[in-house]
């Protein structure tokens, strides 16, 4: 027989698992304890799951328009680390200038974020969409917010690694 509540003769209270609101489904998976009515109960949760679903083969090359393949159902989100290279002589020369990750939320519909990113005043960016099958990316673009100009440079905002996210929410 379960209990909720242990008290003593005299009426102080030892124990109270009424307001309790642990359930097997967010305690961590394996673990035991007991719910509100006292029952012993044991986590189903599983918990947060990160999978490499790709790795760039050459990091530090020019990544133009391209779709990546992969299967993104099983996820609830994306990260994608990114590199952000920036030239100033037309992507003849280039210097790294960060490495960072981004999460998004997705669900496979094609859904479509923007990357962003600054260097020296400069933004980079890159448009991509993820899709149930692969995530496609734009050529990415550089700006310069001092002259005005904008130009499709491939070299800007390279994915690095993209990984699946999984029982977050």
Known sequence: MANSKIMLAS??????????????DALAEGYTAHDKAGNPIVGRMAGIQIVKLWENASPSSFFG???VSMALMPYEAVEIVWATYVSDDGGVSRRFTGKYPIIWPTDGSGVGCQA???YAG????????FYSSGIVFDNGAYYNT???????????LV?????????VG
């Open 116 to 118: 962003t990113g600054m």
């Open 122 to 129: 400069n933004a980079v960016e890159r448009f991509i969409r």
């Open 11 to 24: 009426g102080e209270v030892l124990m109270d698992l009424s307001a309790d609101t642990v359930n097997p």
């Open 65 to 67: 328009a391209q779709t």
């Open 159 to 167: 994915p690095l690694e993209i990984y699946g996210i999984k029982g």
């Open 146 to 156: 001092y002259g005005g100009s904008s130009i499709a440079r491939a070299q800007v």
